[in-house]
């Protein structure tokens, strides 16, 4: 299992690695001169130099990538252009409201997927497997924004249940939770379905069910267990995409959170606010591959020696 553990450390610092070489690259290439746009284009071109000079952009590239590799060791992303504050303190303020909002929304998502999943395979072929696979198909194909439009529209407008911007009570957790969720769990609906009746059909299964085996026991261990590689992955990748934060209903709802920090310091070409978005953002989910990774390791041992005997 050790073994197996540091293979996967090992490839995941070269990912890091190269992740943060492609992101120093390309935020070097996009037009535009971060620094006439945080002087406005009016300033004179010695302020401009001087300015440059000052926040060591007037360097090789080569020492800029040096700089930038050495204040991420440090946790250290410099300040921003435009807010002067250090970058990390932005994203720990950002990163505390999209936790709140993916934690809850990865909540709703898994136990409505898995749920639906499980009842539709149990009953494949009935209406009610009819009935929910309809619905994950919706969850689906409904863009996120529009979920979250509708329900700021009945629940919030014409209902008055919830708040329909903002982020400052329990309660206005709820509808951006829910729009976000909403497409998950209908994708960990499907997967969960496909996934227990290929298992349902095994050999095993059957000798338990003959053996009189309690339908729940049957369910919750011997086939939900051995159908969750595939849950697990789909579940991990969504998480990441989840603690990422989503641009468009952080949006809709006002929620100060990484997605919107991402647009924002797009939009004004704040490069170390940008780069370290976009860093966190390529860290988030290079772990969460590593977890859901070494987690195969202990769901099925199988995976764990094949895998470290490559």
Known sequence: MFPYILKRLGQTLIVIFGITLITFILLQVVPGDPVALMLDRRADPDTIAAVRHQLGLDVPLGQQYFRFIKGILHMDFGNSYFSKEPVLLSLTRAFHVTVKLASISFIFAVLIGIT???????????????????LSIFGV???????????????????????????DTPIAYILPSIALGTRYAGSIARITRTSMLDVIKQDYIRTARAKGVKKSVLVMHHALKNAMIPIITLIGNELGNMLTGSMLIEKVFSIPGIGKLAVDSMSNRDLPLLEGTVI?????FVLVNLLVDLSYAFIDPRIRYSKGSE
């Open 116 to 134: 639906c999943g499980i009842i539709s395979a149990l009953n494949r072929g009935t209406w009610l497997d009819s009935s929910l696979m309809t």
């Open 141 to 167: 194909s409904a863009p996120s924004f529009w979920i979250a439009i509708i329900l700021q529209i009945i629940f919030g407008l014409k209902l008055n249940l919830f708040p329909i911007s903002g982020f």
């Open 280 to 284: 966190y953002i390529a860290m988030v």
